[in-house]
């Protein structure tokens, strides 16, 4: 066929390029999405120390982000926190930052779209139509989709690295200084970007040396992409160690030292082969093979078949190897396989997926019975490796952002078994290869909603959820502001938590946080952040207000702070059985949906949002979970009555502890069953017009009703 004349090209490459922008523009559209319905960070470990760096880059007031308690000390790169300083430039507040940075991410992630499939036309020498279409269907891939709920390195690192792929393939078709430079540039400041991309920047020295012994580069373009990379680098270093001066005083400097002497541990070996094991099992399934296929596909680009232009045989031959460094180096961060997620830790090892995926959609068919055995066959023999190593190992509590495209499975099935998801991984597998072979593009239109649904899948059934759970537990910076005037907190770092410790500078960042350990020192602050038990050890302090979700709570110490807290009615009793005072036991309660007569069917179960006002004086409520005894906790209680007698009875949890005068929204499970002891215990109801009581009840100690505070009443009928 004869070349496409000048004017049809062009015309070809304005199209191209229109398609490229709305793709991004709806790509951007789904993020920001999916992200709308967040109220605030999830891993206070990961993104708030992001927030903070932010926070320090833009001139501001940093969190401490290390402490003595930590049995690890993570370090975070500079150079995505640059992207999130915007945010604390402007003095936006805490949660107005984190919401930037969720919109920035939506930008970044949606550029896999055009940056997919410019590698597919460039590299993989792809018509144009076909690129935009693997591009569209490996952007949806799930840990690609739901990163951009984190404010975390992520969201730079996958782009920037199929910019770096580019970058290459520029160098490899027109070889000169300036793109040596540049590619050499990206790859030192991958490294900025996160840790684990060390590897690229000797990976890009090799690569301009292997250019210029084979004469495709001068010497001199070479040493110059070479002094980028070591400036670069040195550039990342310093700005490393600064930031460890400043956020990470009680953590040793960042450095890759520790990485090397961790090879000289025991088993730390075995372990890294493990590890790797795990990854490649992880791509394999959460891929649906497409990350096999794509690595086949570029081995015999790589080695001259089917294509002959140099730069893209390059290019394949690099990323191969940028994969194979970048799998080497996460096995070095691996060797703690301490969780569940641990084992397979996929995030890792997506970094070089986005390209892969586009070549797996793309590969060319080839016998008739070898790519079908191929996606069946892999993850098989990978899970039996699995299985042979780890046993019962993969059962436990897991972080899905680990493993966010195996996730779907391991939600379906009930946690990581890895045969089931394999199974299921390989039937859907074969039903993608088997359509390749009739409709190339119908198979990647399929991958494409299947990625697709279940990002959706795991955003509600799990990422949601969590994220309100998380931020729901996070409550003593709300009781902060309502007290006023506070200017100094004591923190413990005898009772660390993860919620706690990172939590509270980042939602109370104009406070002085004074660090402390109470087994060796006295508080330096009259408030004091600690653990649940910390007045076992002070007796003469009073407790504030505690966390429903974690061991933290706030304590006044002997002084005019607990005096003026006393008199206003906000220190909890020290006695949990002690009743609390009748100005106490007073409560608004309404339903959000009105109070309309309700019908349900016997048995069923429905739920319905109450709104709890705490409209009393005198003392805090705290729910379950609140003290280290569970005794006096406040809760609602929701009983049914037929015809004036008790026909069931059951309790509703409060989420946090409400100070006088806050209100929440609490879901209330109304069900028609029989029992005492919880909702949806016991048999169903018998058909009848019941009235539904909801009232609060200070548990083994008193109903609010005995103090005067009336329950709220609603008709129901239960029918057969």
Request: proline share 8%; net charge positive; charged share 15%.
């Amino acid at each position: 066929m004869s070349e496409p004349s000048p004017p049809l090209r062009a015309a070809s490459s304005s199209s191209e390029g229109r398609w490229e922008i709305a793709g991004w523009a709806l790509l951007a559209g789904l993020h920001l999405a999916l992200a709308a319905r967040l109220v605030g960070p999830m891993m206070f470990g990961d993104e708030t120390a992001y927030l903070g760096i932010a926070r320090l880059l833009a001139g501001r007031p940093a969190p401490r982000l290390a402490s003595p308690a930590m049995a690890v000390v993570s370090f975070y790169q500079p150079g995505y926190a640059l992207l999130l300083a915007p945010g604390p430039l402007l003095h936006l507040s805490p949660l107005a930052c984190y919401r930037w940075g969720l919109a920035v991410n939506a930008l970044l992630l949606a550029a896999l779209f055009p940056l997919l499939a410019a590698y597919g036309r460039r590299a993989l020498a792809l018509p144009p139509r076909r690129a935009l279409l693997a591009a569209a269907a490996a952007s949806l891939y799930p840990a690609f989709l739901l990163q951009s709920t984190l404010t975390w390195s992520e969201n730079l690192l996958l782009p920037g690295f199929v910019v770096l792929v580019l970058a290459f393939h520029g160098l490899a078709a027109r070889p000169g200084a300036g793109p040596a430079a540049r590619f050499a540039g990206l790859a030192a400041a991958l490294y900025g970007v996160h840790q684990r991309a060390l590897g690229l920047v000797p990976l890009a020295l090799l690569a301009l040396a292997v250019l210029a012994w084979r004469r495709r580069l001068a010497v001199r373009a070479a040493l110059l992409g070479g002094a980028a990379a070591v400036a670069g680098f040195a550039a990342v270093r310093i700005a490393g160690r600064l930031l460890a001066v400043r956020l990470w005083a009680a953590a040793p400097p960042p450095g890759e030292s520790g990485l090397a002497a961790a090879l000289l541990r025991p088993g730390v070996l075995a372990n890294c082969a493990r590890f790797l094991a795990g990854q490649l099992w992880y791509l394999a399934v959460g891929s649906l093979g497409l990350a096999v296929v794509g690595a086949l596909a570029l081995a015999r680009r790589a080695a001259g078949r089917g294509d002959t232009e140099e730069a893209r045989r390059a290019t394949a031959l690099f990323l191969l190897a940028a994969a194979a460094v970048l799998l080497a180096t996460a096995a070095l961060f691996g060797t703690e396989l301490d969780r569940p997620d641990k084992l397979i830790y996929g995030r890792y090892a997506e970094t070089f997926l986005g390209p892969f995926l586009v070549a797996g959609l793309a590969a060319p068919r080839r016998g008739r019975w070898r790519e079908p055995a191929l996606f069946a066959v892999a993850p098989a023999a990978l899970t039996a490796v699995l299985l042979a190593r780890a046993g019962g190992a993969f059962q436990g509590l897991r972080n899905p952002f680990n493993i966010l495209a195996v996730e779907p499975w391991a939600l379906a099935v009930g946690g990581l078994r890895p045969l089931r998801i394999a199974a299921l991984a390989t039937l859907l597998a074969l039903a993608l290869a088997a359509l390749r072979w009739r409709a190339p593009r119908a198979a990647a239109a399929l991958a494409g909603l299947l990625f697709l649904a279940a990002s959706l899948f795991v955003h509600e059934r799990w990422l949601l959820p969590a994220n309100r759970a998380v931020n729901d537990t996070v409550s003593i910076p709300i009781a902060v502001a309502r007290l006023g005037g506070v200017q100094e907190l004591a923190y413990d770092e005898s009772h660390f938590a993860y919620a706690g410790f990172f939590a509270y500078p980042f939602w109370l960042p104009d406070l002085r946080f004074a660090y402390f350990a109470s087994a060796r020192t006295p508080p330096p602050a009259p408030l004091v952040i600690s653990g649940k038990s910390f007045g076992r050890a002070h007796p003469e302090a009073r407790l504030v207000f505690p966390e429903s979700g974690s061991d933290q709570a706030l304590w006044a110490m002997p002084g005019p702070w607990q005096e003026r807290l006393a008199a206003a009615g906000l220190l909890a009793p020290r006695d949990p059985l002690a009743p609390l005072p009748a100005a106490a036991c007073r409560s608004a309660l309404a339903w959000v949906d009105g109070d309309r007569p309700l019908a349900l069917a016997a048995g069923d179960v429905r739920e319905l949002r109450l709104r709890v006002g705490h409209r009393g004086t005198g003392a805090p409520w705290l729910p379950a979970g609140a003290r280290d005894d569970p005794r006096g906790a406040v809760r609602l209680a929701v009983r049914w009555f037929l015809a004036g007698r008790l026909a069931a009875d059951g309790r509703v949890e409060l989420p946090r502890a409400l100070l006088p005068g806050e209100t929440i929204e609490v879901v209330v499970p109304l069900a028609a069953r029989r029992g005492v002891g919880g909702a949806g215990d016991g048999s169903p109801l018998a058909p009848g017009r019941y009235t539904l009581e909801v009232g609060l009840v200070q548990e083994l100690v008193q109903w609010f009703a005995d103090a005067g505070d009336r329950p709220l009443r609603r008709d129901v009928e239960v029918r057969p």
